[in-house]
């Protein structure tokens, strides 16, 4: 990876220093010369850990910087939209942190702009690098469990309290469990078993003087599949992460990939050989029949690794690879939010449409 990237990072926050600038900075070949923050703590933070780049206070330092070849939009998702179409109307490549954007109608708009401006637009669905994802993914490629008939998978928390000064806590658009955690099920879902046909979702707020949705069940109907995708902010017991179902045997998954919590306890995986590796206890159980042979045990869990989304984005920068997030993939991702709501209101299954 001898060619060099530059990339401006828009939001220092949570978004923007956990997950998004550690994995950059990790990928040789890509280079962050700018981070756009005005809030003094993550403005603190940002030159600590990029004592190199220019800390600026305004879009513009980024969006009008021609050394600038990738811009990554780590803001609350309420400013996706704007910032997307800035950058891409500036000529910048994209990635949006995820959900990509509120509707799916803006989230047109920006596959639009960016097609007529020839530029890269993706979305950061990191979660299908995660080393249970992984495991997932190949055990139904091989098909372990013989024909799979349901596919049920958890994010749950347990966060009795509301945080008040958190935007995601607050009834304005783009807030809410659905939106956080619910796009990378969605994504998930969607990159499994492709588009589904139907939708059945309730989506409701269960703590008392929240404003904001903080659970759902989705049901996502697929011929002779049934998907489940669950979350809530009160599960104070571990529930199984995955749960799949078929007609020769069982996998069930508890726990969670090990890299965001090494991300938020700031470690790196240039500085961690074993990176993205989960403990054995966290492997997940199998029961099945595999050519006759009945069998019991634990399945190994694949190795995580969040760096794959930013050297495919390198790769296909340098015109070697093709996306693996494709911004029709996000962008069907929040149209299946958008028909879950109105699923969960009308209290009925509908169909998918465009």
């Known amino acids: 990876m001898d060619k060099k990237i530059n ?4 939001g220092y926050s949570s978004g923007g220093r956990i997950y998004n600038a550690p994995i950059i900075a990790s990928v040789p070949g890509l280079k962050i010369v700018k981070i756009f923050e005005r809030q003094k703590e993550n403005v603190n933070l940002a030159n600590i850990n990029f004592p190199k780049s220019s800390i600026v206070s305004d879009t513009k330092d980024i969006f009008e910087d021609s050394s600038i070849d990738l811009v990554v939009i780590a803001t609350p998702t309420p400013y996706h939209y704007e910032l997307a179409y800035k950058a891409l109307s500036n000529n910048k490549n994209v990635i949006v942190e995820k959900p990509f954007t509120v509707t799916s109608k803006e989230a047109d708009n920006l596959i639009q702009l960016a097609k007529d401006k020839n530029r890269l637009l993706t979305v950061h669905h990191n979660r299908r690098f995660d080393s249970d994802f992984k495991t997932v993914e190949k055990i139904i490629k091989n098909h372990a469990l013989g024909k799979l008939v349901q ?8 966060k009795p309290e509301i945080k008040k000064d958190s935007w995601k806590e607050q009834n304005i658009p783009g807030s809410g469990m659905l939106y956080d955690l619910g796009a990378h099920l969605i994504d998930g879902a969607q990159w499994l078993f492709g588009l589904t046909e139907e939708i059945t979702a309730d989506i ?12 759902f069940n989705i049901v996502l109907g697929y011929p002779n599949l049934k998907v489940v995708l669950k979350s809530s902010m009160l599960v104070r017991e571990n529930l199984p992460h995955y ?16 890299q965001e919590d090494a991300l938020r306890e700031g470690k790196l995986p240039l500085h961690c050989p074993n990176w993205g590796e989960e403990n054995e ?6 029961n099945t029949e595999i050519n006759g042979m009945h069998i019991i045990g634990k399945v190994e869990s694949e190795k995580g690794d969040y ?10 920068l340098l015109g070697e690879e093709s996306l693996k997030v494709t911004p029709i993939q996000a962008r069907n991702t929040i149209r299946i939010m958008e028909i879950a709501m109105e699923s969960s209101i009308r209290k009925c299954t509908l169909p998918f449409s465009e």
């Not at 760096?307 to 296909?316: L, P, Q, S």
Request: aromatic share 16%; proline share 4%.
């Open 243 to 258: 749960i799949l179902l078929g007609d020769k045997g069982s996998f069930i998954k508890y726990g969670m990939d090990p």
């Open 7 to 10: 990339v401006g990072l828009i």
């Open 281 to 286: 206890h966290l492997w997940g159980n199998i």
């Open 151 to 158: 596919y049920e998978v958890h994010f749950d928390r347990y």
């Open 307 to 316: 760096r794959a989304f930013y050297e495919n984005i390198y790769r296909t």
């Open 204 to 215: 409701r707020i269960e703590r008392q003087g929240g404003k904001a949705p903080d659970c």
